[in-house]
């Protein structure tokens, strides 16, 4: 179950996905415990990051002074508030804090991200002989998202690898993009 802790019912006028939500406005660590997933916009009052940090569970802080999104690490996620609103009963489907940033189709989008990264470091980065996805950071997410069990962390790989890599996520991409265009049409 979900726990939105959020200062003002105004934002959640319109939301019509709030069944199986409890929504509090009060910052409670003992109340933490009994959910799986704690949503926190960060003007809630005694809001405190470092309780928050310390839980084993996936944890969303929401406001309109977070530029974008960010990940702490792998469960932890910082984002805007009008991202958050605009993607939340996605994200209550489906439980993966991508769908919080990329709405619907999250799983093409994500893909497409990480796959623009290791473009970006390829062409920014031409004599490289290694790489390494680190733990602890977006590309463990998304290797743990997609099952993508192949991709190692924390270890250094070779250029061909790599590319091997690359190849085998513009197939995936391709394969949703097919998928969603037919499941449209």
Known sequence: MILLVEDTQVRLNGINCLKNIEIVDYFDKLKFKNYEIICVHKSIKNFNEKILMELDKKVVIFSGGIEGYYFKNKNFLEIDVDIFYQNFCVFIESKELFSLIY???????????????????????EE???????????????????????????????????????????????????ENFISNS
Do not use: C, P
Not at 103 to 125: A, C, H, P, Q, V
């Open 103 to 125: 709405g619907k189709n999250y799983k093409l989008k994500t893909l497409l991200e990480f796959y623009d990264r290791i473009s970006f470091f390829e062409k920014n980065n």
């Open 128 to 178: 490289y002989l290694s790489f390494k996805f680190v733990k602890e950071t977006h590309y463990e997410k998304i290797i743990n998202v997609f099952n993508l069990e192949e991709i190692k962390l924390d270890l250094i790989i070779e250029k061909q690898e790599l590319i091997k890599y690359k190849k085998y996520i513009y197939h995936l991409i391709q394969k949703m993009a097919n």
